[in-house]
Each structure stands twice: as structure tokens, then as C-alpha cells.
């Protein structure tokens, strides 16, 4: 018998199948990857529900529903990042590069500040907050993939734009929040299902992750223009006008490449050119000073330009907050605090780095002001098409507001934490063999735009 007609002779014996159980056939059956599943959910929950506030009074917050139904998202963000700190080992060794580790650090020096709060429990509870969704945030990124995560992200945040809308329209009293001025009037904002601040900060972030998707060659839908559409209405009527520079800077980020292609350069110097012979023409027929300042007046909620020239109040909240801080500068005041002990000035610090310096002390300042310059160097010397514009969004924004590691850490850390993640989770997938690209493509190569697994 020759060699071809023995091979084709051969019969291969079935393999013996294992033993499933039911729920095991009934997964099978379904073909649904439950642990990704869970990842998707939890971080839509977190992404969404965090940082609403449906009481009329949005200053004050109180133990209620609300805010029990947070906890109880926390702890499922805790359950799920623990399971994936424990069994995966790419996201143990992300969260020990460089970037993340000075979140670390500061929900390190969260814990050592508890005691010295006046608050302990609401002090404690904000710091393991910040540790659940860095934990919560890192799996899904190892687990879902960049283009699943901001998927998601995109899905939860235009789900609080829409309710933000329909609460606007239906139930007005929380809807709507007016701002009272010193002048004694009042400022009308849309807030939606949150402070207005916090509507801008979500509406701006989903504008800039829509333009991240469409510049990574992801399909233009009508639902993804409409949400956009809505998203720029819900900006506007909040009058944040820190979100509304923020999305600006962002998107021209986002977009810096098509920008400074040369025909587009072209243009802009004519622009510039025309804009300089314009501003001259109008400085020569009065005076300038006060033309200008009627001007700015427009883009102030009371009318008076001052109110811009002290960042509408916040040069006085900064200043009481630094000498607060050298008062008590090893440890700070603790997190969740600065609504009392600045009552009399504002509830909140309104700048990124002060807020955590307020919270744990000057170290936590430090390690605050390294995260963030080492974002900035990584923006302008190492680009990256998805960090960069999430990045520029929050570093324009912490500016002027708190933004990340507020009293319950919400979609903005989360967004702060996936863009830190993003470099080096591209590194360790480059150089982890049992990572295929067919597998991983969502992950591995930001030329690449698939999903994982």
C-alpha cells in the first residue's frame, strides 16, 4: 500500500467532548463572552450615573437614593477591577507605569489625609472611589479594547445628554438651575441631570470623542450626528464656558494634523492677515479699550467684565485655598472637605491641581502637577490620535474647575484614566507575544481601529 492511499485509508477518532453543565451549554449556546459583558456595563453605569444630581438644590448633596445607587456602581467597579487586577497580568503591569502610578500616589496620600478630615467617611469613601475606577478602568481597557471603551463611553454619556434634555423640558424646577450674580439677578443655565458645569463637561467630552471616532475612519452615523447635535445645544444653554475652550482646544487637537496641512495653512495666514487689518481698522474709529470691552461683556453672565477678569470669582476662591494650604500642608484638609471649609467662598476649588493639594497636601499637589506636565509633554512630543484630545479637554478644563477626583469619582476620571492608560497599554501589547494583532487590534496599534475579542 503506497503512502497516499494509507493517509487516506487513516480514521481520526473523534476527540471525547468535556463535560459541560447546563449553565455552561447555556453560555455556549448564547456565545456570549460574559466577563466583557459585565466590563461593558459596569462602565456604562460609571460613566453615566456618577455624577448625576436630581435634587433642586445641586450645592448641597445629602446621603439619599441617589447617592447610595453611586456607592453601590462604585462597589461593582471594585468587584470587576479586582478581578481583573488579579487575573490579568497586563493590567498589573499598567497600572505600575509611570503615568498611573501618580494616581496611585495621590489615592495613597487620599487614605493617609482621612484622619485630619473633618469628614472621615465621606473622605474615605471619595479616595476608594478613585481607586475603584482606576481598577474598573484599566480592565475594561485590557479587556474590551480602546475602540469598545470609548464606544461605551460615547453610548453612556449620550444617554445623560438626552435625559438631561427631557429633564430640561419636563421637570424644569431640576432642569433648569439659576445661578444667582451679584448684582442680585440670576443666571438661567440648563443643568439637566447634574450641575450645569458638570452638563458641559459631559456634553464637550462627547463632541471630542465623536471627532476622535470619525478621524479614526469610524462610520459618521445620524444617531452619532444627532447626539453631536444635541450635545453642542446642551454646552451652550449650560453656559460653561470653561467646557465650551475646552471642547475648542480639544477638537483643533483632535483635528491639529488636517489643520496644518498646507493648503489649510495657506488660509489661516490670510485669515490672520485680514483679522490684523480689521483690528487695526476698528481700534482707528474710537476707542479701542472700550469697544473691546463691551465685547467681552457679552461672553460674561452678568454683563460686567470684571467678572471675567477674576475668572467669575475664582481668583478669590484660589487665593483663600492656598492659604488653607500652607496652613495644613503635609496632610491637607481630606477629599470631599472644601464644601466646608470654603462655605463662605464656593463649595469646591475650582482648579485641578488645587483641589487635590486641598484634599492630601502639598505631595499630593506635587505628584498632581508631574501627572499633568507629563501630559503636556507627551501632547506636544509624542502625539497620539485618542489621548491627546481627551487630555487637552481635561487639562484646559482643570483649569478652572475640579473636573477629575471629585467627592465620587465619575466619567471624567474615567476618561482622565484611559487617555494616561493608552501609551503604555499600546507598549505592553507590542511586547507580550501571547497578544496576536488579529486579536488585539483594537489595542495594539492606533492605526489599527478593531475591536478585542
Not at 496652613?327 to 472644601?338: C, K, M, V
Request: proline letters at 4%.
Amino acid at each position: 500500500m503506497s503512502l497516499a492511499e494509507y493517509e487516506s485509508s487513516r480514521q481520526i477518532r473523534p476527540q471525547a467532548q468535556p463535560f459541560l453543565t447546563p449553565a455552561q451549554q447555556f453560555q455556549r449556546a448564547l456565545d456570549t463572552p460574559v466577563v466583557p459583558l459585565i466590563g461593558m456595563m459596569v462602565l456604562f453605569l460609571a460613566s453615566f450615573g456618577n455624577l448625576v444630581n436630581l435634587a433642586i438644590d445641586k450645592q448641597n448633596v445629602a446621603l439619599d437614593g441617589q447617592v447610595l445607587a453611586k456607592l453601590g456602581v462604585l462597589a461593582l467597579c471594585g468587584i470587576y477591577g479586582a478581578y481583573g487586577f488579579l487575573n490579568e497580568p497586563r493590567v498589573r503591569s499598567l497600572i505600575l507605569t509611570l503615568p498611573l502610578m501618580w494616581v496611585v500616589t495621590i489615592i495613597a496620600l487620599y487614605v493617609v489625609a482621612v484622619p485630619s478630615s473633618v469628614m472621615q467617611t465621606e473622605s474615605l469613601a471619595s479616595a476608594v472611589s478613585i481607586a475603584c475606577v482606576l481598577l474598573m478602568s484599566v480592565t475594561c481597557l485590557v479587556q474590551l479594547g480602546v475602540r469598545t471603551v470609548l464606544d461605551t463611553i460615547f453610548h453612556a454619556v449620550s444617554a445623560f445628554v438626552v435625559l438631561s434634555w427631557l429633564v430640561y423640558f419636563v421637570a424644569p424646577q431640576i432642569g433648569i438651575y439659576r445661578e444667582p450674580l451679584p448684582d442680585g439677578q440670576f443666571a438661567v443655565r440648563m443643568s439637566g441631570l447634574a450641575h450645569p458645569n458638570t452638563l458641559g463637561q459631559f456634553s464637550g467630552l462627547l463632541i471630542v470623542i465623536a471627532c476622535i471616532q470619525s478621524v479614526r475612519d469610524q462610520p459618521i452615523t445620524k444617531w452619532r450626528i444627532a447626539m453631536v447635535l444635541l450635545a453642542a445645544g446642551a454646552l451652550i444653554g449650560s453656559l460653561s464656558r470653561t467646557s465650551l475652550l475646552a471642547t475648542i482646544v480639544a477638537v483643533a487637537v483632535v483635528y491639529r494634523r488636517q489643520i496644518l496641512r498646507r493648503e489649510y495653512f495657506v488660509f489661516f495666514v490670510w485669515v490672520a492677515l485680514i483679522g490684523s487689518v480689521a483690528l487695526m481698522v476698528f481700534g482707528t474709529t474710537g476707542d479701542l479699550g472700550d469697544k473691546i470691552e463691551s465685547k467681552l461683556a457679552l461672553l460674561s453672565k452678568s454683563g460686567d467684565t470684571s467678572e471675567l477678569t477674576s475668572a467669575t470669582g475664582r481668583a478669590e476662591i484660589w487665593a483663600k485655598a492656598i492659604s488653607m494650604i500652607r496652613d495644613q500642608p503635609l496632610t491637607g484638609y481630606g477629599a470631599a472637605t472644601s464644601k466646608i471649609h470654603l462655605a463662605d467662598y464656593s463649595l469646591y476649588t475650582h482648579n485641578l491641581i488645587l483641589n487635590i493639594a486641598f484634599s492630601c497636601g502639598v505631595l499630593g499637589g506635587l505628584a498632581a502637577i508631574c501627572m499633568c506636565l507629563g501630559r503636556v509633554r507627551a501632547l506636544l512630543f509624542q502625539p497620539h490620535v485618542v489621548a491627546d484630545g481627551l487630555l487637552a479637554f481635561i487639562l484646559v478644563n482643570g483649569l478652572f474647575e475640579n473636573v477629575i477626583f471629585a467627592n465620587l469619582a465619575g466619567m471624567p476620571t474615567i476618561v482622565w484614566i484611559v487617555a494616561l492608560c493608552l501609551p503604555g497599554l499600546d507598549y505592553l501589547n507590542a511586547n507580550d507575544p501571547n497578544v496576536s494583532p488579529a486579536e488585539n487590534g483594537g489595542v495594539l496599534s492606533w492605526n489599527s481601529w478593531g475591536s478585542v475579542r
